[in-house]
């Protein structure tokens, strides 16, 4: 995933950082505990297609 895309993108609900998670090939927002899935090098930034992620399974920032 690009870096400078990285860096300007935030969470469409709260407007937080968000964490890249290679291995699952998301971005997680861990204030909403919501992952948004990167499909074909493209982040799908919509409310109804991220998946709630628990506590435990949270990735560091």
Request: charged share 35%; with cysteine.
């Amino acid at each position: 995933m690009d870096k400078k895309l990285l860096d300007i993108l935030v969470c469409p609900i709260c407007k937080g950082p968000l964490v890249f998670d290679k291995a699952k090939a998301e971005l997680v927002c861990r204030a909403d505990r919501l992952a948004y899935p990167i499909r074909d090098d493209i982040p799908v930034m919509l409310e109804d297609e991220a998946r709630q992620v628990p506590e435990a399974e949270l990735p560091r920032a």
